[in-house]
T-cell receptor, first 116, second 109 residues
Framework: GAGVSQSPSNKVTEKGKDVELRCDPI?????LYWYRQSLGQGLEFLIY????????KSGLPSDRFSAERTGGSVSTLTIQRTQQEDSAVYLC??????????????FGEGSRLTVL | TQLLEQSPQFLSIQEGENLTVYCNSS?????LQWYRQEPGEGPVLLVT?????EVKKLKRLTFQFGDARKDSSLHITAAQPGDTGLYLC?????????FGKGTKLSVKP
């Protein structure tokens, strides 16, 4: 596909379960970002990958959150032992040059997570 | 910690009116971006401003970057219902791009 693809689009889980969210960036994009957006709010930065460099994990809210990017392409965000406050839309974005060189971020449509 | 504050948080106007929304910070940014987000979709880039004092126009939208590169504004002339959405400013450095909480604009016909 031409754009950033995220799956699942919707996920309902029970408190305490683990969830995995997947992001397929635009082919060739070296930078990949994960953000979290609560209802009607702005975007909260979670993690940033750039090429083979160590990821910037400074936005991850707790050690229950982790992310990896395999082969410089697909990324998976994992939330362990989910809590109700984890309910949000998780957005993935990719860019060709990273932000620092004023690259445009292309966003997926997000994965809506609901923790019951 | 770099923070971006946007105002107003909500704005409801009639079609044809003009409006301005603001993005402010105590930090200096090398550049700022403005995105628009519609319900159920990801944000889409409108503009990037790089030079202090820079003004960019995109049809009825005018973007300005403050001289000190700490703030930016978005002015919409003769707003239309299609302008309805969440307007987000974003800035940062070293790859980490942070967003403000956004201005939710509603333009009524």
């Amino acid at each position: 596909g031409a754009g950033v693809s995220q799956s699942p689009s919707n996920k309902v889980t029970e408190k305490g379960k683990d969830v995995e969210l997947r992001c397929d960036p635009i082919s060739g994009h070296t930078a990949l970002y994960w953000y979290r957006q609560s209802l009607g709010q702005g975007l909260e930065f979670l993690i940033y990958f750039q090429g083979n460099s160590a990821p910037d994990k400074s936005g991850l809210p707790s050690d229950r959150f982790s992310a990896e990017r395999t082969g410089g392409s697909v990324s998976t965000l994992t939330i362990q032992r989910t809590q109700q406050e984890d309910s949000a839309v998780y957005l993935c974005a990719s860019s060709l040059p990273p932000w620092g060189t004023t690259g445009e971020l292309f966003f997926g449509e997000g994965s809506r997570l609901t923790v019951l | 910690t770099q923070l971006l504050e946007q105002s107003p948080q909500f704005l409801s106007i009639q079609e044809g009116e003009n409006l301005t929304v603001y993005c402010n910070s105590s930090s200096v940014f090398s550049s700022l971006q403005w995105y628009r987000q519609e319900p159920g979709e990801g944000p889409v880039l409108l503009v990037t401003v790089v030079t202090g004092g820079e003004v960019k126009k995109l049809k009825r939208l005018t973007f300005q970057f403050g001289d000190a590169r700490k703030d930016s504004s978005l002015h919409i002339t003769a707003a239309q219902p299609g302008d309805t959405g969440l307007y987000l400013c974003a800035g940062g450095s070293q790859g980490n791009l942070i967003f403000g909480k956004g201005t939710k604009l509603s333009v009524k016909p």
